[in-house]
């Protein structure tokens, strides 16, 4: 029986199933974007070019990592480094002596730049490399003309030696991270399909490289007749743990250091995200069954009253959801697989992926996206058919003709516990810091709305009795629309609770980025007094280097300039507790008593002039220190950009470390572990008096190869521009959540109007007219806006308020360009999905009207 009846509601009303649908549909298909976007993450991998003829590369590992203690059992915890990680050079005679190994070629990519502005002269930026790495793409990657390098010499490929016009015997100038000069081209060899290369000789490549006495990688190449197997035990045994042997897919990461980080991010955003969002469809489709299933609370009643039983009825839901969740989460899926598509790309398109990188699609996303929407069918279906089963056949059709008057107590207290949840997560927000206190952030938002979607008829009440007033001053249309919410507040609270939803959601997100750039933008703001900024168009500025001089001495010499002082940017991981964490770091060329002429990072210890004076010195903004738990004078530890430990002294700790980075070290602490040791930016200061256009000019005409000159919106340009990612990925979130929670909103609003269409009937053959039934369903829905935005915002507040302390240190910034068209868009959601469904309503007569339902 309970089975037909099930087939037959489907079957000869499918309307009464649209909304529960249209619900189910979406909440698969953001389930199946995230977990596809996590499966990508978990999968990603690119193929190898370089060492495709290499089948055993040694790297060194490309993540800090820590092992702790958790529930008794060991745990791991990772974090990508912001820089490449090398192995020692030493390597390569162990491995090359194994009786297996054909070849140990040590290979090591270094920007190089032209240095001599002439026509005849390399196109754009070169790779950097020692000779002995020719031949690691095989036996075609060879010297194709002349001989190898000496020291003064460089070979060039062949494409790019001739787009040039150059030859053997040609001289060029080429600036690299290790210095500077010129080179009499010796050989050409083949061309190259990682772009244009220059080959040093080997030792004047380790002192270019930066970094001299380590290498990028090993590629190793086998004897004859040994297998990949066996050359990798061999290697292994020779490496002894000091670093990473790699086969197969793995030596495509070597070649691509952003795959790893890339991996990390699409893995937070697939796992942590997704968990969040994966969640909230399950919410929002657990509310939309529930709310259907108790719109159908007469039907059910009259089912008990000819002697269906509570088992039937529930059995009865319960098929319901099985004809309809699976067939919605499965159309769900292409939706969800054009949702990961769009995201996926928009993450390639700004480098956050490597482009070899593909979408991977599979199976088990899908099937978890099913799987969760029916289990979420199904559980809110029991629930919701707990009171119409469990009535005595003789009270069910008078009591499914009356709204409870108050609420369960199990649903009370969960409401209560879940909103002093979210008390609880804020205020431990208010503790953390940085990205502690921003990971609580979701978690907040949901204790929130959880709590708010238990209590929904209380808030509902409050709304009413809190607009009731106002209302009533609209005549007859508003009164009518105030005595309808008090009356139902269980139908007004299943339609205000989306909008919170959507209020929250987008309030949260979009404001927290929102406050990390306007402090930011502040901090630089106020703290650049630098009246030029020197940049570059190519990989950045050369330092100075032994028999070359840098950027920043010749910006020195330029008259009227003051100080100049350059700024490398760098990251370092750090510990706290059992995490590692991420923090941006800034090393200092030049002397850094003149920092302040360039700088006022707003010192509250100690001066950052102490930081000329060693090279195992630090500062730190207050925030770290206060998280690391070190004061002025002690010693911390953390690890540089390529994975070495270090613990220097403490010497300044300084507020604005948001706009200028929370560490400030010396450049030599930081330039043998950075990809490229290039300083990012160079700071000029002019002396008193000096003409600040002639100081420009002078600075311009430097002869620095890809060199641009701009005023301090140059240094906050760059500071915007490594917020480009977040800000975007926020925007994302916000507008996949958001966009899910409005789509509920209006499916809500709409079943909840056709719902009424009895209540319509009756105040038309009551004498109301069309306009003012309509006017009514206006004010309601403004009624139903302006609760869900006020319920949103305050929820948004809440969980802004200790974040952006921790994170900022300051109050949320709320621009009212953004805020102003949420608000608007809400209203108008309301209104859309409110009058579309009511002018439906009121284009059926009101004796048809009034029976269409039974």
């Not at 952003?258 to 968990?275: D, H, P, Q, T, Y």
């Not at 929002?284 to 108790?294: E, N, P, Q, R």
């Not at 369960?408 to 205020?427: H, M, N, S, W």
């Not at 910006?555 to 941006?584: E, F, K, M």
Request: one cysteine or more; aromatic letters at 4%; a positive charge.
């Amino acid at each position: 029986m309970s089975n037909g009846l099930a087939r037959a509601s489907v079957r000869f009303r499918p309307a009464s199933f649209v909304g529960t649908f249209v619900a189910l549909l979406f909440g698969a298909a953001v389930i199946m974007a995230c977990g596809t976007l996590l499966q990508t993450g978990i999968t990603a991998s690119v193929p190898s070019v370089r060492y495709a003829e290499a089948p055993v590369v040694v790297a060194a590992d490309p993540n800090v990592s820590i092992k702790y203690k958790k529930n008794g059992d060991d745990d791991t915890h990772e974090q990508p480094l912001a820089e490449r990680a090398r192995v020692d050079a030493g390597l390569v005679a162990r491995i090359a002596g194994q009786p297996g190994v054909a070849a140990a070629r040590p290979d090591t990519a270094f920007p190089v730049q032209d240095a001599s502005r002439s026509p005849q002269a390399p196109a754009g930026p070169l790779t950097g490399r020692g000779f002995a790495a020719l031949g690691i793409a095989g036996p075609q990657d060879k010297l194709v003309e002349g001989r190898a390098p000496g020291a003064e010499e460089v070979v060039l490929d062949a494409d790019t030696a001739r787009a040039a016009h150059l030859a053997p015997g040609a001289t060029v100038a080429l600036t690299a991270p290790g210095g500077s000069g010129s080179y009499r081209i010796s050989g050409l060899a083949a061309p190259q399909q990682t772009g244009p290369t220059a080959w040093f000789a080997d030792q004047r490549a380790d002192r270019l490289s930066g970094h001299p006495g380590r290498v990028d990688a090993i590629a190793v190449q086998p004897r004859e007749g040994v297998d990949r197997k066996a050359l990798t035990a061999q290697v292994k045994q020779a490496v002894g743990g000091a670093a990473e042997v790699l086969s197969g897919k793995g030596r495509g990461g070597v070649e691509q250091p952003a795959l790893n980080e890339a991996k990390v991010m699409l893995i937070a955003i697939g796992g942590s995200f997704g968990g969040t969002a994966t969640m909230t469809a399950v919410f929002v489709v657990v509310s939309t069954v529930a709310l259907a299933t108790g719109q159908r609370a007469r039907e059910f009643a009259l089912l008990r009253a000819v002697g269906a039983t509570p088992r039937q009825i529930r059995r009865t839901i319960a098929t319901e959801a099985m004809l309809v969740a699976p067939l919605a989460a499965a159309l769900g899926i292409l939706p969800g697989l054009g949702l990961a598509r769009w995201w996926f790309d928009g993450m390639v398109e700004r480098g956050a992926v490597p482009t070899d990188v593909e979408l991977s699609v599979g199976p088990l996303p899908m099937l978890v996206a099913v799987a969760a929407c029916t289990l979420a069918a199904l559980t809110a279906g029991f629930f919701a058919a707990r009171r119409p089963s469990r009535m005595r056949a003789v009270q069910a059709l008078g009591a499914a003709a009356v709204e409870p008057a108050r609420l369960g107590i199990v649903r009370t207290l969960l409401g209560v516990v879940f909103t002093a949840g979210g008390v609880v997560l804020a205020a431990v927000a208010a503790e953390l810091d940085g990205a502690d206190a921003a990971n609580t952030a979701l978690g907040v938002v949901m204790s929130f709305l959880v709590g708010v979607a238990l209590l929904g008829p209380w808030v509902a009440r409050l709304a009413a009795w809190v607009l009731g007033l106002p209302l009533r001053a609209g005549g007859a249309p508003g009164s009518l629309a105030a005595d309808n919410t008090r009356a139902n507040a269980r139908r007004l609270a299943s339609a205000i609770t989306p909008i919170a939803m959507v209020t929250a959601f987008c309030g949260t997100l979009l404001f927290m980025q929102s406050t990390i750039r306007h402090e930011t933008g502040e901090q630089v703001r106020t703290g650049i007094t630098a009246d030029h900024v020197l940049g570059s168009t190519g990989p950045g500025l050369p330092a100075a280097a032994p028999g070359t001089t840098g950027v920043v001495e010749q910006a020195a010499a330029v008259p009227g300039v003051d100080a100049a002082v350059g700024v490398l940017r760098t990251g370092i991981v750090y510990r706290d507790g059992d995490q590692l964490l991420s923090a941006t770091a800034l090393g200092v060329t030049g002397d850094p008593s003149r920092l302040p002429r360039v700088l006022d990072l707003g010192v509250r210890s100690g001066s950052p002039a102490e930081l000329g004076r060693a090279a195992d010195t630090v500062a730190l903004s207050t925030d770290l220190a206060s998280t690391l738990g070190v004061k002025l004078g002690e010693r911390v530890s953390f690890w540089l950009g390529d994975g070495t430990e270090v613990k220097p002294l403490v010497v300044a700790t300084y507020e604005r470390g948001l706009g200028f980075g929370q560490v400030l070290l010396p450049r030599a602490a930081v330039a043998e572990h950075v990809t490229a040791a290039y300083d990012s930016q160079v700071l000029v200061a002019d002396a008193p008096g000096a003409d600040r256009a002639a100081v420009a000019q002078g600075l311009s005409g430097l002869g620095v190869p890809g060199l641009t000159v701009t005023d301090r919106a140059g240094f906050a340009a760059q500071a915007d521009k490594s917020q480009e990612m977040g800000s975007w990925a926020n925007t994302v979130m916000a507008g996949v959540l958001g966009g899910f929670a409005a789509v509920t909103a209006a499916n809500t609003l709409v079943m909840t109007v056709l719902d009424r269409r009895r209540e319509v009937a009756l105040l038309r053959l009551a004498g109301t007219t069309r306009r003012q039934v309509r006017h009514m369903m206006r004010w309601e829905a403004l009624l139903v806006a302006s609760a869900g935005l006020g319920v949103g915002s305050v929820i948004a507040w809440l969980t802004l308020v200790p974040i952006t302390r921790g994170i900022a240190g300051a109050a949320p910034h709320v621009p009212a360009g953004t805020a102003l068209p949420l608000a608007a868009a809400a209203v108008a959601l309301c209104l859309g999905a409110t009058a579309l469904p009511a002018r439906a309503l009121l284009g059926s007569s009101p004796v048809a009207a009034g029976g269409g339902k039974q």
